[in-house]
């Protein structure tokens, strides 16, 4: 694994757990971490303590945990003579290491370009006033020559997903109008998703506690009490989204806006604070895609983790904090274990009930 250090802004200290669990994923071992008082920015005594530390340690990577400004960057750039990574494109990175097919790496380079622009348009500023060439290149008219290409690049990606998801959208029309219902799986990423399709379908695919194992959706049409039904498994939602990486797995999000409804899956093993904090991102994320009125019924996985003797009690806390936070869109909450097959039966009947009354393909493509 590459070394790197890690800068994270006070405000998302409480997340330290996710930032390293994502770098993780995406190779990188974190040798050095420091936190900065302001949520986009360094200041230079900050930046000359992490070229220390990365001289010192001999990184190939600085993290920096938020939205970190051009600028800001550029300064980190220079002084650690390392590649700056800032959260979007720690995710891409890993996006990168997981796409399979043709639209997920194109949506991955497209949220890439769209998100290195910023910066280019930073070195070009900066080639204008002398300070570019001869640090990261030839100086500026290469910079303002990558500049036209990455925006000719991104025009030609757009064109071809438009293609791709114009066959996507007459693929699923055509098996609505068969009858068939479906039904995403989405939920925080590691919530056991992949595991609970695996068990509703038959299925292997492979699971992991890393983050997005997934995706690309992986669909199964299995019949459950006499319905034809299509599961569909979905990439896992994150805290504060943002636009670029919403693009990055717009194919995954796109099939919970067309379904007839969801089963959101939580891990109930986890402090309620945590549960609290996964079920507001993931609302949060149905809102920004538009699924307005997806009838979703709420998947307490992990029971198997949970001491027996707290698990009545937690499941009403559950209950409580959904009431609280879904404003009447949570149709029922079913205990479940998907490593253990607790409870998957009463959530079949409950998919059956939900999904059969939902009025097919009412849901807008994007």
């Known amino acids: 694994m590459d070394k790197a250090v890690l800068i994270i802004p006070r405000i998302m200290e409480s997340h330290i757990d996710e930032a390293l669990a994502l770098a993780e994923t995406a190779g990188y071992r974190i040798v050095w971490t420091t936190r900065?008082?302001?949520p986009r920015r360094v200041g230079r005594g900050l930046v000359e303590e992490v070229a220390s530390r990365a001289s010192e340690y001999g990184v190939e990577a600085v993290i920096f945990y938020g939205d970190?400004?051009?600028?800001?960057?550029?300064?980190?750039?220079?002084?650690?003579?390392?590649?700056?990574?800032?959260?979007?494109?720690?995710?891409?990175?890993?996006?990168?290491?997981?796409?399979?097919?043709?639209?997920?790496?194109?949506?991955?380079?497209?949220?890439?370009?769209?998100?290195?622009?910023?910066?280019?348009?930073?070195l070009i500023r900066r080639s204008k006033m002398g300070e570019y060439p001869g640090?990261?290149?030839?100086?500026?008219?290469?910079?303002?020559?990558?500049?036209?290409?990455?925006?000719?690049?991104?025009?030609?990606?757009?064109?071809?997903?438009?293609?791709?998801?114009?066959?996507?959208?007459?693929?699923?029309?055509?098996?609505?109008?068969?009858?068939?219902?479906?039904?995403?799986?989405i939920g925080y990423a590691s919530a056991g998703k992949t595991s609970l399709f695996n068990r509703i379908t038959g299925e292997s695919k492979p699971v992991g506690p890393e983050y997005f194992t997934t995706l690309h959706p992986k669909h199964k049409a299995v019949n459950v009490r006499g319905s034809r039904i299509a599961f569909v498994d979905t990439v896992?939602?994150?805290?504060?989204?943002?636009?670029?990486?919403?693009?990055?797995?717009?194919?995954?999000?796109?099939?919970?806006?067309?379904?007839?409804?969801?089963?959101?899956?939580?891990?109930?093993?986890?402090?309620?604070?945590?549960?609290?904090?996964?079920?507001?991102?993931?609302?949060?994320?149905?809102?920004?895609?538009?699924?307005?009125?997806?009838?979703?019924?709420?998947?307490?996985n992990k029971v198997d983790l949970v001491p027996p003797g707290e698990l009545k009690n937690r499941?009403?806390?559950?209950?409580?904090?959904?009431?609280?936070?879904?404003?009447?869109?949570?149709?029922?909450?079913?205990?479940?274990?998907?490593?253990?097959?607790?409870?998957?039966?009463?959530?079949?009947?409950?998919?059956?009930?939900?999904?059969g009354s939902a009025p097919k393909a009412g849901r807008p493509v994007w």
Not at 258 to 278: Q, T
């Open 36 to 38: 900065t008082r302001h």
């Open 236 to 300: 896992g939602f994150i805290r504060d989204v943002p636009p670029e990486v919403i693009e990055a797995f717009y194919s995954t999000l796109e099939e919970i806006t067309m379904s007839d409804a969801a089963i959101f899956v939580i891990d109930s093993s986890e402090p309620v604070s945590y549960i609290r904090e996964k079920l507001t991102a993931g609302l949060e994320t149905l809102a920004k895609i538009g699924a307005h009125g997806l009838p979703i019924i709420l998947a307490a």
């Open 135 to 185: 640090f990261l290149g030839p100086g500026g008219y290469a910079v303002d020559s990558y500049y036209r290409h990455l925006t000719k690049r991104l025009a030609r990606i757009r064109r071809e997903l438009e293609e791709l998801r114009r066959v996507r959208g007459q693929r699923f029309r055509s098996r609505s109008r068969s009858g068939m219902a479906h039904v995403s799986i």
């Open 315 to 355: 499941i009403k806390l559950i209950e409580g904090l959904a009431r609280d936070l879904s404003q009447g869109s949570i149709e029922s909450i079913i205990p479940v274990s998907a490593r253990t097959g607790q409870g998957i039966n009463i959530l079949l009947e409950a998919v059956v009930e939900v999904a």
């Open 68 to 122: 970190i400004q051009p600028s800001s960057r550029f300064l980190l750039m220079k002084a650690t003579r390392a590649r700056v990574l800032d959260r979007v494109m720690l995710i891409l990175e890993i996006f990168a290491r997981h796409a399979g097919s043709r639209e997920a790496k194109l949506q991955i380079e497209m949220a890439r370009i769209r998100h290195e622009i910023p910066m280019v348009r930073e």
